[in-house]
């Protein structure tokens, strides 16, 4: 059973940046993805950036070139920094991470981002 605690969110304006954070405990193996998707009021969860064990990454288009994942795999933790930050942007930000054929979910972290 793998857990994931998230931190970092919190309020910024437009144009600012901030960096989330997420630490995985339960498993003494290497995850094999680990990713954060968001999810703003009345719309689906999205994929945001997602980082192999190999460290190859996938982005959603809308930040590339924004917001940066990496990760730090003897720990087992994923950092997303995010920059350029819109208010649409706005949303709870879930840390995942698919293991050994299940998928994990953070309890989600807060990002607000005032025009």
């Known amino acids: 059973q793998v857990q994931l605690v998230e931190s970092g969110g919190g309020l910024v304006q437009a144009g600012g940046s901030l960096r989330l954070s997420c630490a995985a405990s339960?498993?003494?193996?290497?995850?094999?993805?680990m990713g954060w998707y968001r999810q703003a009021p009345g719309k689906q969860r999205e994929l945001v950036a997602q980082?192999?064990?190999?460290?190859?990454?996938n982005y959603a288009d809308s930040v590339k070139g924004r917001f940066t994942i990496s990760r730090a795999n003897a720990k087992n933790t994923v950092s997303l920094q995010m920059n350029s930050l819109k208010p649409e942007e706005t949303a709870v930000y879930y840390c995942?991470?698919?293991?050994?054929?299940?998928?994990?979910w953070g309890q989600g972290t807060q990002v607000t981002v005032s025009s």
């Open positions: 339960g498993t003494i193996f290497t995850i094999n993805f």
């Open positions: 980082i192999t064990g190999g460290a190859r990454t």
């Open positions: 995942n991470a698919v293991h050994q054929g299940y998928t994990y």
